[in-house]
Every structure is written in structure tokens, then in C-alpha cells.
């Protein structure tokens, strides 16, 4: 599906950007993390980097030109993508824009009105200005549905310099974290956001300056540019003159007592133990010193896992009796499972199909195809291969419903999900149906890497027509899953069974998996699914006549 780039907010008093040069033409390629165009704002040009990967359909701002924040940069998407209804439906929203603009023009005129026969009763407050000097750092909006983010890791603190293209933040999204870099230099005055905390997108992530700026100051008048009420701003200031006094006693704890409190002072020393918020916030929440663990991420990294194994010595209460019970913050990435599946589980219509499969002979095909093959082919492999090809013989499966129409799928990307720390990830087998064995291993064990090590990307994850989830390797028999939008249907698989069955009038050992087959009744019957089930199950009971030459 084609995805607009808009014309993005490289600081904070940029309004308007020019592009100085396009990097890439209309039809050009284009991947994740090339530069697209040099950006000129008000201050700077800059380099912007393409978030996804993709076929350039449309310039929407021409060399030497300029357009407002948030207006069409570029359109990208597959090549010869019909984008006519995209452009149609953004000149009907700028439209509608406007004329949002002249009501509000004229409200405002009435409350400039009202407000100017107040002022001569009471004396204005004096306008507080942003210095020149100054860069707001605001909590950038890294994928189109991205609506907040947690600071995963800090890269700088509280008076360190800091140069353009220097990684600022590790910031972690509903999919992914992803390195933030400065797009400009200065010192760090302020961070808004703590490490381990999450805010808004377009919330206050740190504030650069020359040095001895008034922090408290920039901050109320960034906040009268906002229109809040003066309440806000005392209590705002409040807290900010209590978080500074908590600070300081924090440092002095730290320079008495050598004990780590989780406090904005102490990056140094959260670097040097090597240790993630979540393991950080727990090992306070149990009493357990930092000090006494081993950490078993990578390069020594202290992880949940480390304290969630911990064994006291003895010096520890054992809490024998005693209620108890921690919580914990939901995570973007939960959050959006919970939306998503949620929106899914009560809007579409679900009707649920099981079928048991004799995986006899692909036992036997897995077993020979190990014997030759470069790499180890799992049941998994050999499950998408077979879903690959019954989608093919039965396109309504591969489907989607869009509201007022269906859509059917001529190409065939099949979701596999992965199980990581926080939740679940669906990265996506593109043209599972051509592929090879092999090939099919191969990905879904570098996506599996990639997910664990959070280092999917958006196009790792977008694009699925259909999705598999497999629990077998976990020793679950049969269970049935939740449709993942936009697809039809999803596919549970469960373990393969040892269990008595009927062969040729003879009761002898077989080897069975049961699979649930999920679908969306408004676009998938019972007949359509019945039949893919069918035609799967034949796949799998004759690997041989699935596979082919040149399959493996």
C-alpha cells in the first residue's frame, strides 16, 4: 500500500521547508535509510532519510520549491500503484482545512474582541521570548502511527555537548526502537523525558543551548506559545522546582553513600553497569542491588530475565506470608497489540475451522531434505510453504475487508508470528508462494534474530495478506488465534501428537497436528475455508507432489 512522506518539522521554529535537491526521481527505488532530499529550513539544510522501502510514484514538492510541515513530500509504494484516490483524498482534507481555518479565524476575531475589553481592566502579563540560542528538541513521530514513545536509553545527559548527527536517544515505538540523532549542536540544557518513560509525540525531549540559559523560562514561554492557562504554568513550574530539589538530594545520596538512585543525574553510572530500565525498575522494586547480578544480555547487559532468576543468599527477606504484587507501565508495543486485536476480535465477525493433518510423510520429507539441504528445515517452513500454495488455488482466503469492498490478493506475503519480551511481532515472508524451502528458513530465522534484538524495521512488518501462528514448539495441541488486520484470516498451529489412528483398517502410532483456520465472516465463508483447509492438509500429507523440483 503506498504511504505518504510529509514534509517533515527538522526544528522547532520551522514552519515552511524548500527542497534544495532530490536525491531520488519518480520511479527511482528506494530503501530504508537512503537519503531522499536535502531539506532547507530556516536555520539549515539538512539531509532526510527515506523511513521505508519503495518505488518513488510521486513528488509532491519540486526542486528549488517549498511547502508547509506536514504537506505531501513524496509518495512511495509498489511500482505502477495506483495513487489517484491518495491525491484526491488529500486535496479534499486540505480543503476541508481551510475552511476550518476561516471559522477559526473568525472565532477568533470574537475572542481577540472580548479578550481587548478585558485587558483594559486588568495589565497583560509580560510576553516571554525563546533566545535565538535555543533548539527545542521535541519527541519526533518515527512511523505514520506512531502517537507516542518511550526513551529506551539515553546517549547524552544534563550538560554534555552535542553535535549535529550525534546519537541523542534510543527512542522505542509500538514496533521498534530506533536510534535518534541531533540535528543540531549545542549543550543539553534540559530532558523532558526521562529514560524508561514515554510521553506524546511532539512532547518536549531535551532543549539545547550555548549554556546558562534559564531552562524554567523556556519552558513557560514554550508553553504560552501552546495558549495553556496560567494554572498550568505555575504548577508546571512547581514541579520543575521539585524535581530539581529531588535531583539534588539524589546526587548528594549518590556522593554519600555510593548507593545508584534512578535519578537523571546518574547516566554515567546507569552506562557503566550496563542495565535496562525495565531490570533497573525491578531490581528497586525487589531490594536487589545491582551490584549482585550477572548480566546475561548482550555484552554483560543486565536484563529482566537476571532479575526474575535471582537467588537471595540469605540476606534477603523471603516474604513468607506477605501479599504482594508490582506493576508495570504498558509498553507502545503492547498498547498497540492490545488496539489492534481488540478493534479485531469485536468488529470482525470470526467463525473458527480445525482440521487434523497425518504429518507422516513430511516428517519424512524433513528428514531427507536435512540430509542434503544447507540449512535446517523446520515444520514451520514447511507449514508456510504448504499455506503459500493452497492461497494460490484459493484466492478468496488471501483476502481483505475494506468496508464498502474485498480485496483480493495477487500476491501472496505471509506474516509468521514471533514471540519477543514485550508482546508479539508479525514480520512478513514476502511472495511466500515462490520461494524455496530454504529460502523460507532462512528469513524466518533472520527475522526471528531481528525481532528478539529489536532491530525490525517497518518494512520487515507491513504488507501481510495472510498470518501463521505456530504454538507446537511450546506443547500446545490446538488453540485459535485473532485475526491480524488487514488480513481475512489466520492460521493456529498447533504440535505434532503421537496418537493412535486408523490405517488400513489397522490401529497403529500416527503422527497428527491440528490447525484452526480464524476467518472474517464478512469476506471468508465456511465452504472457502473448509476448501483451503482441504487443499493445505493434502500439501502436507503429499509433500512430494507440494514441493517439486527446484522447491528446495
Avoid at 505518504?4 to 514552519?15: A, E, G, N
Avoid at 523560562?217 to 495553556?228: H, Q, R, S, T
Avoid at 519477543?420 to 524455496?436: H, N, S
Wanted: glycine fraction near 10%; aromatic fraction near 4%; charge should be neutral.
Amino acid at each position: 500500500m503506498a504511504e505518504v512522506v510529509r514534509m517533515p518539522k527538522l526544528s522547532d521554529t520551522m514552519t515552511d521547508g524548500v527542497v534544495a535537491k532530490w536525491h531520488k526521481k519518480v520511479g527511482d527505488k528506494v530503501k530504508s535509510g537512503e537519503v531522499l532530499a536535502d531539506i532547507e529550513t530556516d536555520k539549515a539544510t539538512m539531509e532526510f532519510e527515506s523511513f521505508q522501502n519503495g518505488v518513488l510514484l510521486h513528488v509532491g514538492v519540486q526542486e528549488g520549491k517549498g511547502a508547509p510541515v506536514d504537506s505531501i513530500l513524496a509518495i512511495l509504494g509498489k511500482e505502477g500503484e495506483d495513487i489517484s484516490a491518495l491525491l484526491a483524498g488529500e486535496a479534499n482534507k486540505n480543503s476541508s482545512a481551510k475552511e476550518e481555518v476561516s471559522s477559526g479565524q473568525k472565532e477568533g476575531k470574537k475572542s481577540e474582541e472580548k479578550a481587548d475589553s478585558k485587558e483594559e481592566t486588568k495589565k497583560a502579563a509580560p510576553e516571554v521570548k525563546i533566545p535565538d540560542t535555543v533548539q527545542i528538541v521535541r519527541m519526533p513521530k518515527l512511523s505514520d502511527t506512531m502517537t507516542e514513545g518511550v526513551v529506551a536509553k539515553w546517549h547524552k545527559k544534563v550538560g554534555d555537548k552535542v553535535k549535529s548527527g550525534e546519537l541523542l536517544a534510543d527512542i522505542q515505538t509500538d514496533k521498534a526502537t530506533m536510534e535518534f540523532e541531533s540535528f543540531q549542536d549545542g549543550v543539553i540544557l534540559h530532558i523532558g523525558i526521562e529514560e524508561g518513560k514515554g510521553a506524546a509525540v511532539d512532547s518536549i525531549l531535551a532543549i539545547l543551548g550555548k549554556g546558562g540559559e534559564d531552562v524554567k523560562a523556556i519552558i513557560e514561554a514554550d508553553k504560552n506559545k501552546g495558549n495553556k492557562p496560567a494554572s498550568d504554568e505555575a504548577t508546571a513550574d512547581k514541579k520543575e522546582s521539585k524535581d530539581q530539589k529531588e535531583e539534588a538530594v539524589g546526587s548528594k545520596q549518590l556522593a554519600s553513600t555510593g548507593v545508584r538512585k534512578d535519578n537523571s543525574a546518574s547516566h554515567n553510572n546507569s552506562e557503566r553497569m550496563k542495565i535496562s530500565p525495565l531490570a533497573k525498575k525491578l531490581a528497586e522494586e525487589k531490594g536487589i542491588s545491582v551490584n549482585m547480578l550477572k548480566g546475561s544480555g548482550d555484552g554483560g547487559r543486565i536484563v529482566k530475565r537476571d532479575i526474575d532468576n535471582f537467588k537471595s543468599n540469605g540476606s534477603m527477606p523471603a516474604f513468607v506470608g506477605v501479599e504482594n504484587f508490582r506493576e508495570e507501565p504498558v509498553s507502545q508495543m503492547r498498547k498497540t497489540i492490545a488496539k489492534r486485536l481488540g478493534e479485531s476480535k469485536f468488529t470482525a465477525p470470526h467463525f473458527y475451522l480445525t482440521m487434523e493433518i497425518d504429518m507422516d510423510e513430511a516428517i519424512k520429507a524433513r528428514e531427507a531434505i536435512n540430509t542434503v539441504a544447507g540449512i535446517k528445515i523446520s515444520f514451520n517452513d514447511l507449514v508456510i510453504k504448504a499455506t503459500a500454495s493452497a492461497l494460490r488455488k484459493h484466492p478468496k482466503v488471501n483476502s481483505s475487508w475494506l468496508g464498502d469492498r474485498i480485496r483480493f490478493n495477487d500476491h501472496i506475503h505471509i506474516g509468521v508470528a514471533v514471540a519477543v519480551e514485550e508482546g508479539l511481532l508479525v514480520p512478513v515472508v514476502r511472495f511466500a508462494d515462490g520461494k524455496t524451502l530454504t529460502q523460507i528458513g532462512t528469513e524466518v530465522r533472520n527475522f526471528a534474530v531481528k525481532a528478539k534484538d529489536k532491530k525490525l524495521q517497518p518494512s520487515d512488518w507491513e504488507g501481510n495478506t495472510f498470518t501463521i501462528s505456530n504454538l507446537g514448539m511450546f506443547g500446545i495441541e490446538e488453540f485459535t488465534a485473532i485475526i491480524n488486520p488487514p488480513d481475512a484470516c489466520i492460521l493456529a498451529v498447533g504440535g505434532i501428537k503421537q496418537t493412535p489412528v486408523v490405517k488400513n483398517g489397522q490401529i497403529v502410532p500416527g503422527n497428527i497436528m491440528k490447525v484452526t483456520l480464524s476467518c472474517d465472516h464478512r469476506a471468508v465463508d465456511g465452504a472457502v475455508g473448509s476448501a483451503f483447509l482441504q487443499t493445505l492438509k493434502h500439501n502436507l500429507e503429499n509433500p512430494v507432489l507440494m514441493l517439486g523440483a527446484g522447491s528446495i
